[in-house]
């Protein structure tokens, strides 16, 4: 069955980094886009980041663009976001899921989500 585990998040201070992974199995990973999306404390779901299957070309919402780095390593079934110069208002669930937003078939499958809070 299709499986996604995010871990990496905690606890860091602003301006320092962290580097979330999801863990994919269940299905073939190279083959499917991969998107990052958060929820900020009683917010509504934000489109963070995303990457191709093909050419692993990435995409970045505004708010974090410059700051994160999405990258995947095939050979592991595994999906990375880097985050650097991290802002209080990133603090937030981030949820790995397959697929992407802007496509017919959309995001399909997620993961329970990993836990970043940064706060002094």
């Known amino acids: 069955q299709v499986q996604l585990v995010e871990s990496g998040g905690g606890l860091v201070q602003p301006g320092g980094s962290l580097r979330l992974s999801c863990a994919a199995s269940?299905?073939?990973?190279?083959?499917?886009?991969m998107t990052w999306v958060r929820q900020a404390p009683g917010k509504g779901l934000e489109w963070v980041s995303d990457?191709?299957?093909?050419?692993?070309?990435?995409y970045y919402a505004d708010s974090v663009k410059g700051r994160f780095t999405t990258s995947r390593d095939n050979a592991k079934n595994t999906l990375y976001l880097q985050m650097n110069s991290l802002k209080p208002e990133d603090t937030a669930v981030y949820y790995c899921?397959?697929?992407?937003?802007?496509?017919?078939?959309?995001?399909?499958?997620w993961g329970k989500g990993t836990l970043v809070t940064v706060s002094s």
């Open positions: 990457i191709n299957s093909g050419d692993a070309a990435t």
């Open positions: 269940g299905f073939t990973f190279s083959r499917e886009s």
């Open positions: 899921a397959r697929g992407l937003l802007w496509t017919t078939s959309g995001m399909d499958y």
